[in-house]
Each structure stands twice: as C-alpha cells, then as structure tokens.
C-alpha cells in the first residue's frame, strides 16, 4: 500500500543502514555542496557543513568529558545551532533527552532526577539557574556549545540497539518516564516515512514544529536529513510565515498539528497551500470537516497520520491512493497492528517500537501484552477498505494543540488551592485547539474560585498548555462505587 509501484515490500530492510548518524554520513559524502538547513540567522548550510560543524561539536562535546550512553538535555528554539548539537550528540553516542521549553520548574526538575543528565543544551536563563541549583556539576551550555575545542573521537561507532534518545511521555498513565528509542528505532521511524511519503533529495520542509517532540525531531528533522533533502527551520508558528517561507525557498512539503491547519485555513492566503506537493497533518485528530475545508479552499487533500513517542509513526494514509478525512490509513511499512478483539485498542509490534521505559521494568511490562505487542491506549476500528479510524482513548489524556496534557499532574496541582474542596480535568472539544482543558471544581466552604485564580495557581508549577481554559463549578463529581470519578458524564 505504502510502497512505489515495482516496490517488492520483502526486499525493504528499514534498519539496513544502522543508525542515523551512519546514514547521514552516507548522504553528506555525496554532493557535499547542496544545501540542507536554513534558519534566519544562520541563512543556509551545505550538507558538508553540517557534517564538518557536527564533527567538531561533538569534539567539544567529548572535551567536556562525555561519552557513551551519557544523558544530554536539549531544550531550545529551532536553529541551525540546535540540530549541530543535536546531531553531534548523536553521531558521539550520547542520549539525547528534549524536553519542551515551556516547562516550569517542577516538570525540568523530574527530567533531570529521573534521566541524570551529565550535560544540558538549554537557551533559557531560568533555566541554567535552576539546572545550577538541582545539579550543579552538570554542563549547561548554548546551543552555540560555547566549550572548548577538542579532537572529535571516532564517530558514528553505533550499534542499532544502543539507546539514543529518551522521549519523555507519561503513557497510559502515571508519571513522564523516558521512552528509550534506539538508533535501530529512529532510523526505522524516519526511513518508513521516507518510503510513504516519496521523500527525496529534492523536497524541502518547512518546518515549524518544536524540535522537542517525536513530530518535528523526529519526523521533520530526521526524515529531512535521511532523505538527504531540506528544511527551512521556523522559530515558531504563523500562517503567514510558514506561507513566505514556502514562496521563498520552493517549498514542497509542509508539515502540522491540526490547530496550525484551523489556523492557516482561516488565513486569506490559504490557496498558497498548493504550492506544495504534499502536506501531513498528525499528533492529534484532524476533523474531517477541517480535511474537506482544506481540499475546498486550497485544493490540498491533507494526508494524516499517527505515530506515538514510544513508537514514533505507526499508521499513515497513502501518499498514491485516497486520503480519506477521518482516518489514519494503514500501518507504515514494516509496523504490523491489530485491535484488541475485547476493547479495540490499538496494538503494534515494529522495528520502530521503543526499548521500553527508562529504569522503568514495571511500567515496561505493563505496556506490553504477553506475545510483545505495544498497548497505544487508542482506541480504533478498521473499516471496509482497511483503513483505521481511531475513535477515543482508552487512556486519560487531553491534547491541546498537539501537546499533551495529563489530568491527573493537573488535578494534582490544583487540588493544593484553598478554595478548591475536589476537582476533575477533562477536555472539551474545541475547533482551534482540539480539546481544551477543562477544570470540574467543587468549591470549598462555599467560596467559589475563578479561573483566573486556577490559572495564577498554577503558574511556575505547570506549563502554560496545561492550564485550564475552561472552569465549571459543580456540587459535587460523580464516582463509582470505587470512587473514581466517571469523567464521561462531565460535559
Ligand atoms: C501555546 N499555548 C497553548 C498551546 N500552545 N495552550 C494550549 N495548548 C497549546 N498547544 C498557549 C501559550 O502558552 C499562550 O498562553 C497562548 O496559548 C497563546 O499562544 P499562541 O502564540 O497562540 O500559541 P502558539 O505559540 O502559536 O502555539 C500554538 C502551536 C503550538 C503552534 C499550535 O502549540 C505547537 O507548536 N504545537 C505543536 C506541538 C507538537 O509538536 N506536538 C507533537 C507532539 P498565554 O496566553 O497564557 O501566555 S506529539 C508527537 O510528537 C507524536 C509522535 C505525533 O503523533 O506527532
Ligand atoms: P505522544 O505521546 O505525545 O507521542 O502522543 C501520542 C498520542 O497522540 C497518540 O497515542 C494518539 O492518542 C495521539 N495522536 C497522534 N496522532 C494522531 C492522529 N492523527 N489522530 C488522533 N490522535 C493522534
């Protein structure tokens, strides 16, 4: 389904290449002179710089006496100087844990207990002063990587199971732990892909998804560099940047979260869309009516697809047949997925699925039935033609602009509030975001909170995303016998 016509889906080995690094090497060996990366301080970079400035920052970065299998957070705004450190940990072996920006102090402080970084690429000042306080023998640097110059040992020396990358997730449920992707996980993530979507040198991203998440690491960033193509790298979102920058630098591919599809096709400019020959919506669901509005006022027929931290991308519409609205497609190549017969959860099994979670055996064994398939906690059906339409989550979670929220870390924080007796957090469906998240409150001693003061609560204690933007003052909430909240019945 995935594959070009003549394609024998046997003859494909997604990990024949290794690693990452050992393909990257491959592509920038090759026509040294193309241009790869482009960020609006730096302007644009040759695949032979990038192979140059990775090598010499991973010398820095083995200066500052990293090895191995050491942890290194990075935590900054997209730049050509982001993806060198990025990059140049990867090539040395080193783990790479990116953490989202906009976390306070209290969810940083979590990363840090639970991965032991010995280094961090941050570009937040607060955030050097709170890495000094909990850890200060740790190295907290730039991205420019201000450090001393030193040899780059040998690089590029991986084995596909070695660990490269933590995503932290929370899962099903509890707290964020580090899913451990190996190299032998990212390479299959980015080459399947690659496959689906036609990915070739020749195509140019534009790319305006933090590089702290699996969709644009791990996908945009990735993906661009495997098929030894481009990307223009956007600091940020706007529908008028993302459009100048497809008519600046011939575009052709384009990739968001729903809520950046709700917002560019209220922009007058949307028609500028088709300039691109493909564009791939994900992270959350995209309403068939958003698919229809997209294919009516700019003639785009966005492709969706599914992917999860742990696995990175399982299922995708096809890039040759109908992208039908409403649904994720088929499996990518080489995932196999089923549906548990008695829930309808979906369940995976792949090259690209995850190590398990970090110094996590028991949470590792819960996510996996018995024969070694991945419980997503989504819940799907396939229709007649095959294609799967995800219908709910058997797992708590609310996701707000592409950025998951946990109810429970937020219920949590807010049940420390005076005024607040009990609450639940749920989200309400909203065509801009989603889902927002919605805070069911029962009121202390009578004195009811507003939802600013929920808000200003939970400033420095949660990031902004998680903050509810809707308040509902109840009575009481209704438990079961066992006195868990049914939060179906709140709406
Ligand atoms: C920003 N704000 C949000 C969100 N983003 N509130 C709720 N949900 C959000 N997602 C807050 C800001 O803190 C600010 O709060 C206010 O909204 C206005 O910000 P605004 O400038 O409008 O927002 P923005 O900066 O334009 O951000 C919207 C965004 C962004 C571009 C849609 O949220 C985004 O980049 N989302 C993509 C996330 C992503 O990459 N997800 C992939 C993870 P205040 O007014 O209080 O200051 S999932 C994944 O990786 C899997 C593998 C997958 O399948 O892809
Ligand atoms: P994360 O743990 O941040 O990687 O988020 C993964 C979750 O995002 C999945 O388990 C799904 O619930 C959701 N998700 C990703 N892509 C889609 C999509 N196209 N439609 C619906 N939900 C999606």
Redesign the pocket.
Known sequence: MHFSEGVDPRSVDLTAEVSLPAAWSNRWATQPTKPTLWDEGTGWITRGDLARRTKAAAGRLFGAGLRKGDRIILSAAASVDLVVAHVAALRLGLIVVPVNG?YQQVELAHIVGDAGPRAAVVDKPEWVRWLAEQAPEMTVVSPRLDLDDAAAPSLDQLDSRDPALL?YTSGTTGVPKGAVLTHGNLLAGAESVRIAWRWTPEDRLVL???L????????GLHGTLLSGASAVLLD???PDAVLDAAEAHDATLFF??P??YT?LSQSDRVGELSRLRLCVA???PLSADLHRRLEEGAGVRVLE?????E???LVSNPYDGERRAGTVGFPLPGVELRLAPDTGEVLVRGPNLFAGYWRRPEATAEAFDENGWFRTGDLGEIDGNGYLRLRGRAKELV???????YPREVEDALRTHPDIEDVAVTGTPDRE?GE??TAWVVAASGKAPELDDL?SHLEGVC?????P?LLHLVDDLPRNALGKVQKHLLS
């Open positions: 906009a995503g305006a998804l933090p702290f998440h699996m969709h644009g690491l791990g996908v940020g979102f706007s968001g979260v809520t950046m917002r994900g992270s959350a697809r599914y992917g999860m931290t696995t990175i991308m996701i707000s602009g592409g950025y998951n929220v975001w927002v998240v808000r990031a902004p995303f998680k903050h933007r």
